[in-house]
């Protein structure tokens, strides 16, 4: 029986990605920050497949205990690895540069690059024993950065790179990697954003520039929200990959991906940017 690591994996895409792994006959140590929510996991997997742990990427200490729980694990197959680490976590901090405060920007980075290096690195060493795969779930926003969304289309463009980067320098050990590029998904990350646009500030002497911005944030995030794909499309799309014969580098969910990828490539700079502050309404 397979053995997977999950994180981020109280909501969304995390938790799609572990219902359906477990459906397909995973093991999946499912990353969880809260208790409740990995209760919440197997009540709604019904299955002794999904097994939550408490991790928080940007914990060391956590860190190490979800690479204990993996060595538990694996130590119950014959492989005794991990045949697949899908790097889920993140979280999004958006608004004009001009106004993100630097923890809010430490935070970004933090969580959706430093905090999925430190489990890369921990894991290594059970995925080389398994010759296993790394999925690592980016973001449209990490091909193609829209305004008001620096620090999260940043972090996204970081872990592309990073990407890139392991899947040559882990051929020579067998461990494969791909890039999970979804564009909008339904999932509760866009009514945080929308509450964090309601709360957004604009000081008097800047409201010249940015006064229309919270209004415009919100009509862009309801829409954005409505349209997206559900998660469960996204974790089709991992499950698929996990269980390809040989997985592609990147892997684009949703037209709107497709779209605003397509639109990057063929499009002048200049005229590209004015094609994003018509879709943001600035």
């Given at each position: 029986?397979?053995l997977?690591?999950?994180?981020?994996?109280?909501?969304?895409?995390?938790?799609a990605?572990?219902?359906?792994?477990?459906?397909?006959g995973?093991?999946?140590?499912?990353?969880?920050?809260a208790?409740?929510a990995g209760?919440?996991?197997?009540?709604?997997?019904?299955?002794?497949r999904?097994?939550?742990?408490?991790?928080?990427?940007?914990?060391a200490?956590?860190v190490?205990?979800?690479?204990?729980a993996?060595a538990?694990?694996?130590?119950?197959?014959?492989a005794g690895?991990l045949?697949?680490l899908?790097?889920?976590?993140g979280?999004?901090?958006?608004?004009?540069?001009e106004?993100?405060t630097?923890?809010?920007?430490q935070r970004?980075?933090?969580?959706?690059?430093?905090?999925?290096?430190?489990?890369i690195q921990?894991?290594?060493p059970?995925?080389?024993?398994?010759r296993?795969?790394i999925i690592?779930?980016?973001?449209?926003?990490?091909r193609?950065?829209?305004?008001y969304?620096?620090?999260y289309?940043a972090?996204?463009?970081?872990?592309?790179a990073i990407?890139?980067?392991l899947?040559v320098?882990l051929a020579?050990?067998g461990?494969t990697?791909?890039?999970?590029e979804?564009?909008a998904?339904?999932?509760?990350i866009?009514a945080?954003?929308?509450?964090?646009?309601?709360?957004l500030?604009?000081?008097?002497?800047?409201?010249?520039?940015y006064g229309h911005?919270?209004a415009?944030?919100e009509?862009v995030l309801e829409?954005t929200?409505r349209?997206?794909?559900?998660p469960?499309?996204?974790a089709?799309t991992i499950?698929?990959?996990l269980a390809?014969?040989r997985?592609?580098?990147?892997?684009?969910?949703g037209?709107?991906?497709?779209?605003?990828?397509?639109?990057?490539?063929?499009l002048p700079?200049?005229?590209?940017?004015r094609?994003?502050r018509?879709?943001?309404?600035?």
């Open positions: 029986m397979p997977a690591l999950i994180t981020g994996a109280s909501t969304g895409i995390g938790r990605s572990a219902l359906r792994l477990a459906a397909d995973w093991t999946v140590l499912a990353g969880v920050r208790s409740e209760e919440e996991l197997i009540r709604r997997a019904a299955s002794p999904v097994i939550p742990v408490t991790l928080d990427v940007t914990d200490a956590q190490a205990g979800a690479a204990g993996v538990r694990s694996a130590g119950a197959s014959s690895g045949d697949a899908v790097n889920n976590a979280i999004g901090v958006g608004g004009p540069l106004l993100v630097q923890h809010d920007l970004q980075f933090e969580v959706n690059v430093f905090g999925q290096v430190s489990v921990a894991m290594l059970a995925l080389r024993r398994s296993g795969r690592l779930v980016s973001s449209i926003g990490g193609v950065a829209m305004a969304t620096a620090p289309a972090s996204k463009h970081a872990l592309e990407g890139d980067c899947r320098e020579d050990s461990v990697v791909a890039i999970i979804p564009g998904v339904a999932t509760p866009w945080k954003n929308r509450a964090d646009a309601e709360r500030v604009i000081p008097a002497e800047l409201s010249g520039d911005v919270p415009a944030l009509r829409r929200g349209r997206g794909v559900p469960e499309q996204v089709d499950a698929g990959a390809a014969p997985m592609r580098a990147r892997y684009l969910v037209r709107d991906a497709r779209a605003m990828l397509l639109a990057r490539r063929i700079d200049h005229l590209f940017d094609f994003a018509r879709a943001l309404g600035v």
